[in-house]
């Protein structure tokens, strides 16, 4: 079965630290995989996707394989980074995602 | 110059009346998806339209219909509301596949009493 893990609810971090949310999943072929974000009031919007291959807003996260995991990672957390975050996975000839639980993320100043 | 719109953002209703939560696009979308999310779960995928062609999850009850008269609008009916269907409704859209970015509407949060 599909499934996408988030292990944590909540993450807290000072501006400037390292950030990195995991996220594993759990399927037997080549998967798709999305970061998507929910800022306070706003609706969920598509952050990155790992065949962009593309950093942004200082996010990137690269697709492990060997490890199923899909960590989104930024070197420095800004207090705009504050937000709910859902890693998603499509996993084959099917239309849908199957998201994550969500961590949110809090950066404080 | 949203793109997805839901109305209302808020629903209040009764346990048994039913009710019609809608979604609109301006993006002409071929795929349409409606998620139920209740508080700090996942939003969880209740069914999909690729173009006129509905797709509905293994797992969904029959309380929940869908309609989409065209490519602009989809609704979500629920016959018969109960206690556990209080969550946020998420409209989304795709171009072709959810391989696709999905863009989503803000929502309408439904409350049953």
């Known amino acids: 079965a599909q499934r996408v893990t988030q292990p944590e609810k909540l993450l807290s971090v000072f501006k400037g630290a390292p950030v990195e949310l995991k996220c594993n999943y759990s399927?037997?072929?080549?998967?798709?995989l999305f970061w998507y974000v929910q800022y306070s009031r706003q609706r969920l919007q598509l952050l990155l996707r790992h065949i962009s291959r593309e950093s942004i807003k200082g996010f990137t996260a690269d697709l492990n394989k060997g490890e199923t995991s899909f960590h989104l990672k930024k070197p420095f957390a800004q207090e705009e980074d504050s937000a709910m975050y859902y890693c998603a996975l499509n996993g084959g000839s099917t239309d849908k995602l199957i998201f994550g639980t969500g961590t949110r993320l809090q950066v404080f100043p | 110059d949203a793109m997805v719109i839901q109305n209302p953002r808020y629903q209040v209703t009764q346990f048994g009346k039913p009710v019609t939560l809608s979604c609109s696009q301006t993006?002409?979308?071929?795929?349409m998806y409606w998620y139920q999310q209740k508080s700090s779960q996942a939003p969880k995928l209740l069914f999909h339209y690729y173009d006129k062609d509905f797709n509905n999850e293994a797992d969904t009850p029959d309380n929940f219909q869908s309609r989409r008269p065209n490519t602009s609008f989809c609704f979500l009916d629920i016959r018969s509301p109960g206690l556990g269907d209080a969550a946020m409704y998420l409209c989304?859209?795709?171009?072709?596949?959810?391989?696709?970015?999905?863009?989503f509407g803000p929502g309408t949060r439904l409350t049953v009493l």
């Open positions: 399927y037997s072929g080549s998967p798709e």
């Open positions: 993006l002409n979308h071929n795929v």
């Open positions: 989304a859209t795709s171009p072709l596949a959810s391989t696709d970015t999905q863009y």
